[in-house]
């Protein structure tokens, strides 16, 4: 069973770090990108982040750019996010995902893990 | 990033059909031929029903349709059942980064 399961999230201060992390199972982890996607409760989906198969190419949100960074280790079948200079804005359930495509163009998120709440205060 | 644009909500009976738009740019949707859908049930992931446009992955049924037309794509649920009432989002490469759509409630009357 294709399976992503996430972990790290938390309450953190302003300005604060995280680091989330993915363990994903049930599939060759190397054949596929991955991505971060966040949702605020109640509200809609902004993706945030993606890493290609080899982590060679990742991509960033404009409102999380400069501040987040997406690696992978393919070795562990483990995807991450590392989080700083964390704002009240960034809180949200962080979902792990799974892309059909291989590399840094997205054919369709096909697995989901079921996230992680980050919280930030002020 | 501005998101996709799409309808709030969108309402029908059981047994109708019913048309959710997804409109963006020629930087986005109109420029690529890699749009996704994915629906959502309250406090559940999303689940991808639609890719690069009009496939659908295994398993989702064939009641699900979708296409698109310049800037704007469309999905289609045809035969409308109790079980299709969630929010649904539409997703779209865009140079270098994603972007998904405001999201629709479908509610069945």
């Known amino acids: 069973e294709t399976q992503l399961v996430e972990s790290g999230g938390g309450v953190v201060q302003r300005g604060g770090s995280l680091r989330l992390s993915c363990a994903a199972s049930?599939?060759?982890?190397?054949?596929?990108?991955m991505h971060w996607v966040r949702q605020i409760q109640g509200k809609g989906l902004e993706w945030v982040s993606l890493?290609?198969?080899?982590?060679?190419?990742?991509y960033y949100a404009d409102s999380v750019q400069g501040r987040f960074i997406i690696s992978r280790d393919n070795s562990k079948n483990s995807l991450y996010l590392q989080m700083t200079n964390l704002r009240p804005e960034d809180s949200a359930l962080y979902y792990c995902?799974?892309?059909?495509?291989?590399?840094?163009?997205?054919?369709?998120?096909?697995?989901w893990g079921q996230g992680t709440l980050v919280s930030v205060s002020s | 990033q501005s998101a996709l644009t799409q309808p709030a909500s969108v309402s029908g009976s059981p047994g109708q059909s019913i048309t959710i738009s997804c409109t963006g740019t020629s930087s986005d949707v109109g420029g690529y031929n890699y749009v996704s859908w994915y629906q959502q049930y309250p406090g559940k992931a999303p689940q991808l029903i639609i890719y690069e446009v009009t496939y659908r992955p295994s398993g989702i049924s064939d009641r699900f349709s979708a296409s698109k037309f310049g800037n704007t794509a469309s999905l289609t649920i045809s035969g409308l059942q109790a079980e299709d009432e969630a929010d649904y989002y539409c997703s779209s490469y865009r140079f270098s980064s994603n972007v998904f759509g405001t999201g629709t409630k479908v509610t069945v009357l």
């Open positions: 995902v799974k892309d059909i495509g291989m590399g840094t163009i997205s054919r369709g998120m096909d697995t």
């Open positions: 890493i290609s198969w080899d982590g060679s190419s990742s």
């Open positions: 049930g599939f060759t982890f190397d054949d596929h990108c």
